[in-house]
């Protein structure tokens, strides 16, 4: 199994950038899919990015497209999440997701969550 551990959070101005980390134990992290979600206060979680064991697929939630991008570094069991242009709506709590899967996982059904990494919007 592996526990993912989200970094990388905290406050940035309207139009500006983050990167999250999520670095996952375990040695055997190529085997999962990845995936970034996001609950804002008062909202439920929702989708926002995922990544399949290689890296070569990736899907996103239409708030997000052409502005986050999500990555992996399979050697330093590391998923990250680019945001750009960031808009106070981004505002939430960021958490990232891991399961054992081929395939791109967009739904929440992911086995093993962190603690997620705030992030603050300003405008």
């Known amino acids: 199994q592996v526990q993912p551990v989200e970094s990388g959070g905290g406050l940035v101005q309207a139009g500006g950038s983050l990167r999250l980390s999520c670095a996952a134990s375990g040695r055997t992290f190529s085997s999962y899919a990845m995936g970034w979600f996001r609950q804002a206060p008062g909202k439920e979680r929702e989708f926002v990015a995922a990544?399949?064991?290689?890296?070569?697929?990736?899907n996103y939630a239409d708030s997000v497209k052409g502005r986050f991008t999500i990555s992996r570094d399979n050697a330093r069991n590391t998923v990250y999440l680019q945001m750009n242009s960031l808009k106070p709506e981004d505002t939430a709590v960021y958490y990232c997701?891991?399961?054992?899967?081929?395939?791109?996982?967009?739904?929440?059904?992911?086995?093993?969550w962190g603690q997620g990494t705030q992030v603050t919007v300003s405008s």
């Open positions: 997701a891991a399961r054992i899967s081929r395939g791109v996982i967009t739904t929440a059904a992911y086995s093993y």
């Open positions: 990544i399949n064991w290689s890296g070569a697929n990736t």
